[in-house]
């Protein structure tokens, strides 16, 4: 007889980026690229592969056997080997050249969860590719096993020393679903409890201020939101933030602010919520999917000479820090936490009725830090520059417009440079590359950076 073991079910988290690809139909996909001043050997992009394929990363979704089971996790041997382009691109197609990678067909069910790619350029360089499922994978994960796949150092894969061999029950499975009826239980009536949120002190533009768009002739059309990666020296960016009165992060939502001004994506002179996501890893031993959670900081504007502007980075900086004070200390209410084991329990008709009208943020704002050394320089030669960003596949305009959604960001430092990659969400503000490079470029030189863009 088979003693039964734990399962190493999905966390809420895990769920929901697996009903977005299962429900919705549009997968998340997180992505994360280099580029190189000088050719990459293909044995040591290989390498990083097979050591990608022993990681944490190595697992597929097996879906739960009775009603009200969570889905859990085993290993998978299923990967894609490394695309290797023996053509070189041209440095200015490095973007779409990204986005074609970004476009794999990613399966968290039976794989691949993830893909490998690399290109020369015509300058003698080169680019690097790691694409993602957002189910198997937050930012915090990719790094995590990215790392360990270049020191060759195993992390742990699984809490389960090999849960692919463990036989789960028809018991096991009614167990958790018994289990997850009676904490959905106790969480709606933890909700009805709570005190009723204290309205806020600033009342701030967010996506749900913004009227639903009507219906168009192009709503089918398929749009997955104009990008740009964007360079500058650190030295500069910090120099920036220090003038004004703050940090690296700070400036960072600064300036995803006046981009959503630079075009209209937002009323000049109001205060703009920025939703931003903050890790809860505890540690490189901590080996879920997902585990990053939100806030939201609220930045201050002024319309000065027709512009919309933010000049002070001091309040920027309080407002950050006592947030992520709240956080910490577990004093900053969550509504939905207690609804989560509910959530969980809701089936895909439902969910996907209810998410017909969720909206997107109208500014989000992802700061990645300082990169660790070791992913700078994957094969030992600093990368010139890394950017990381999410994508949705599948997306329409017309899904974009009820989202309502303007301007998302991801930040990074490595070397001596910082990266900015933008999306621009709301389709009348940002119709094209151009236009969204257009005002990242003047809100740059605005805050005396040297934009370089991909």
Known sequence: MTASAPTNRLSYDDDLFLRIHRALGTPLVNQLAWRFDAPLDPAEVQRLHDGLSRGPLARRVVPGAVPGAR?????????????????????????????????????????PAWALAAAPTTDGGAVLSFAASHVVADGGAIIAALIAAIDGTPIGRLPVDDLSAVQVTIADEWRDAWHEVRRAARGLRAARRQPKPAEPAVAAQRSVDKPTAAARPDDALPA??????VDC??????????????TANS?????????????????????????????????????RANATTGTAIVVDTELRDGVGVVTDLAHIRQRSRAEFAAMAAGTRPDALEPLKPLLQLVPDGLAKLAAANAAAP????????????RLAAPFGVPARSIAMRAVTRNATRGMLRRMRGGVSAWWNESGERCTLAVLGLDQDAFPDRATLLAAVARVYERWGLTPEPW
């Open 233 to 246: 020296p650190a030295a500069q960016w910090h120099a920036a933030a220090r003038a004004a009165g703050g």
């Open 71 to 111: 889905d859990r996790w085993v290993r998978s041997s299923h990967t894609v080997p490394v695309r290797f382009d023996d053509d070189a691109i041209e440095p200015g197609a490095v973007v779409d050249w990204l986005a074609a990678r970004a476009a794999v067909d990613l399966d968290p069910y039976d794989g």
């Open 224 to 229: 997955e939101g104009a990008t740009v990666f």
């Open 251 to 287: 400036l960072m939502l600064a300036i995803v602010a006046e981009i959503l001004l630079a075009c209209g994506g937002a009323e000049s002179g109001r205060p703009i919520e920025v939703g931003v996501s903050v890790s809860a890893r505890t540690g490189t031993g901590d080996l």
């Open 362 to 373: 109208l500014a989000f704002a992802s700061n990645l830090g300082r990169c660790d050394e």
